[in-house]
């Protein structure tokens, strides 16, 4: 949903991704649309939940200390790093859902803004 006061061109880039959404269909490796609401009111575009964010700040805040400082995102505080085994899965994933995109015929800037989202 956009905020309050939002203007036309954040409307049309939310229909557009939604448009998008809807084009590229369903994947294990990306977020995928839900469904919409455009009647009676606000426009409103649903999509899985992604419940670790998106990947980039995931991985920058698990990432392991250099051993001269906490490491960034330290609030995840029991202790578990990324393994070789964890980045090897995430790489895999990636690879896999950008493989289906572009199968799709989606550009790189066709992307919607939260196809990087992580999913578990």
Avoid: W
Wanted: glycine share 8%.
């Amino acid at each position: 949903m956009l905020k309050e006061g939002h203007s036309d061109a954040e409307m049309m880039d939310l229909v557009s991704e939604m448009e998008m959404m809807k084009m590229i269909g369903q994947h294990i490796n990306i977020i995928n649309l839900l469904g919409v609401c455009t009647q009676d009111g606000p426009l409103y575009v649903i999509v899985e939940f992604a419940p670790h964010g998106n990947l980039r700040d995931f991985l920058r805040k698990h990432r392991p200390s250099s051993g001269y400082e906490s490491p960034l995102g330290s609030a995840y505080t029991n202790g578990n790093v990324l393994t070789e085994k964890d980045l090897i899965s995430f790489a895999y994933q990636v690879a896999n859902g950008m493989h289906y995109l572009q199968s799709r015929k989606v550009g790189n800037d066709a992307l919607p803004k939260n196809a990087a989202q992580l999913q578990d």
